[in-house]
């Protein structure tokens, strides 16, 4: 018999129930930020100021507008009915780190920088993602990160009485290692551009496989919109993938 379970938590304000999922995801930005400005302190940054700035704004813009349309793919039944709050509301982290890709690689293209600008991002960015997944496993089922049923001994009843794959104590567990991983290449001769390359390949790859342990929807062959942006990743990161491959294999 399963007890009853606690999800989703919830805090009152003004008699009305709200999730911490908000708070969290105000917090991952608040802390992603300020860790970024703390790295920068650290580095000689080949790249002026206002040059990053229009950067981040790029990436900023793009994520917002590819979070929102790899969301909305997810479940492509509502492209029949899509409306400006449907659209609003949908969000993916898959869309928002593919629609920045974008969004930088853009803006860089106009203000004529053309040196790799992204491993300074990816700690920060780990670490705003472990916060904001917080919040997202505090909303049980009310979030649809949840996974698929299980027996496994990971499962958990999170809000619906059945015992589910908790998907995102899974990528909390993966992005802390992640971050163990680019912390520990730190005197590797890796090119400028190869951290933030190898962290978009691996959590790309984790959320291509852990898709399958979720409900999603097909989009195209059988595979979901989160499936399809990880295929792109992987096509668009070919020639890194083959060259850090050969790279750790010439060392073992």
């Not at 659209?87 to 629609?99: A, D, E, H, M, N």
């Not at 919109?225 to 294999?249: G, N, P, T, V």
Request: aromatic residues 16%; hydrophobic residues 50%.
């Amino acid at each position: 018999m399963l007890l009853k379970s606690l999800f989703p938590f919830q805090f009152e304000l003004f008699g009305n129930q709200y999730h911490y999922h908000y708070i969290f995801e105000t917090l991952a930005f608040i802390i992603g930020v300020r860790l970024y400005y703390f790295y920068k302190k650290g580095i000689k940054d080949p790249i002026s100021d206002e040059n990053r700035l229009w950067i981040m704004l790029g990436a900023m813009l793009g994520a917002l507008i590819g979070s929102r349309v790899i969301a909305v793919l997810e479940t492509p039944e509502v492209l029949h009915h899509l409306s400006f709050s449907v659209l609003y509301q949908s969000k993916t982290i898959v869309g928002g780190l593919l629609g920045g890709l974008f969004g930088v690689e853009l803006i860089k293209k106009i203000i004529g920088v053309n040196i790799a600008s992204g491993d300074i991002y990816v700690i920060p960015i780990l670490v705003a993602l472990i916060i904001g997944r917080i919040g997202c496993f505090s909303m049980g089922i009310d979030e649809p990160t949840y996974g698929i049923p299980t027996h496994f001994f990971t499962g958990m009843d999170l809000g619906d009485g059945i015992l589910r794959h908790p998907i995102m104590l899974y990528e909390m567990v993966y992005l802390i290692l992640l971050i163990f991983l680019i912390n520990g290449l730190k005197n590797e001769t890796l090119i400028n551009g190869d951290r933030f390359k190898l962290f978009m390949a691996l959590y790309f790859l984790f959320r291509f496989c852990v898709e399958f342990i979720k409900p999603y929807h097909s989009l195209f062959l059988n595979l979901s919109s989160i499936h399809w942006s990880a295929l792109f990743i992987f096509i668009y990161y070919y020639k890194f993938i083959i060259r850090i491959s050969k790279q750790i294999l010439h060392k073992r």
